[in-house]
């Protein structure tokens, strides 16, 4: 396949990462690349739709990765499974004999193996520079249900669906596919519900999750749906004030540099450092200018605050406002920025998941959350956002009650990145915001 074809097929059915920030992927698609990686680690505790998804979908999933290098010219494909991921790997095994160019990297269960720049070093021994981009050193990554997405775009099916993972305080865990856009009551519904009275809904994983509420819908990013009690600790530290947090460190921060010492892109050369935050907020000193300049290089994985900082201070927080203020205020990272060598003891810096569980409180909603790929259908009515991916929001293309089929587009994308949107069910545009579209499915009722 020609790689302008290979872009326009992705771009038109709007694929995009299946989590995370939702990159378009056809952006990301660069001869420049000699090697590609397939992301199956399940960064954070608790998800595991991507290993189910790879073990079930093995001859798709590595066709359309295989296909993928070889449009981009690139010698060498690997696949980076964590090494417990026993079933997933064995799935690989049966049938990469027939991918030459394919090979299996073995990673080890630690915290945060998922994230890119840590997998590209594990897998390559590559190094992406501070606030660089994988391809500047060769290397492009994909998710294991973004290229299940790429071979459904292949074949002319555009992205109207999502897998997610729903467990917590629910009758029966499940991993199940659900329109975008359908609510999330509605969803955590095919579970069996909560079991608890008092409850939240943490959308994402234990780390870097956020709360939505049961009306909010489900994105092309969604990837889990954790039902929580309102008094776990994780809502606690979650909703924390800015400003307390600020005073405790001011009042608690004894400088042990663990927050850094842990740091997995510190570890790899990085110039975050958090223990400077904490030092500058503690003392009033605005003279650090690196330290400040410096949180751009956080990848807000959370180590510092759930698992590093003895006294649960929350050096995160106070990074990622600081991250926001400079961005708001037109401040960009130097491209000149040089990483520092690998730390000699980053190997024994690494952050065990089954550690981190028990750390989180989250071991009683570790559940096999069993993985059923059939669509479920009987929404009825959907809250599809416009802007469900980086880059600008795609433009409405329908009008207030327009009849539209499943897969139709209804919002094109816009100039500069920006992919295509599509009806993730039959209905009628019942409403058209700058935010979002609703279709009404007339009635139907949700089916489990």
Known sequence: MEL??????LKDSGVVGAGGAGFP????????????????????PLLRLHRQLLSKSVEEILGAFDLTRKTLGAKEGIICVKSHYKSTIEAVKGIIGEYPSLKICELQAVYPAGDEVVMIYEATGRRVRPGGLPIE???????????????????????TTKLVTIAGA???????????GAEIGDVVKLAGGPTIDDFVYWVGGPMMGVIETETDGITKTTNSIFVFPSNHYLLGRLNSDLKIEVARAAASCCQCQLCTDLCPRHNL?????????????????????????????????????LYACP???????????????????GIKPSPDV????????????????????????????????????????????VKIKLSQHIGAPAVTTVKFGDKVKKGDVIAKAADGLSVNIHASIDGIVTKITDKFIILNADGNEVTK
């Open 4 to 9: 302008n074809s290979l872009i326009n097929i």
């Open 25 to 44: 992927t056809y952006a990301k698609l660069n001869n420049k690349a000699d090697v590609i990686l397939l992301n199956c680690a399940e960064c954070e």
């Open 137 to 159: 050193c060769g290397v492009i990554v994909f998710n294991v249900e973004t290229m299940y997405n790429v071979n459904n775009a292949i074949n002319g099916k555009p992205v």
């Open 170 to 180: 629910v009758k029966n865990p499940v991993t199940v596919r659900v329109p975008i």
């Open 269 to 305: 050369g990085h110039p975050i450092e958090p223990h400077r935050i904490m030092r500058a907020a503690a003392c009033n000193n605005f003279k650090d200018i690196e330290a400040f300049t410096n949180t751009f290089y956080c990848c807000a994985c959370g180590i510092c605050e």
């Open 311 to 329: 006294q649960g201070l929350s050096p995160r927080k106070l990074i990622s406002a600081i991250k926001g203020g400079l961005r708001k205020s």
């Open 338 to 381: 040089k990483a520092a060598d690998v730390s000699k003891e980053r190997e024994y810096r690494k952050v065990p998941i089954e550690r981190l569980v028990s750390r989180l409180g989250v071991r009683e909603y570790i559940s096999d959350a069993p993985l059923d790929n059939n669509e479920k259908t009987g929404f009825t009515e």
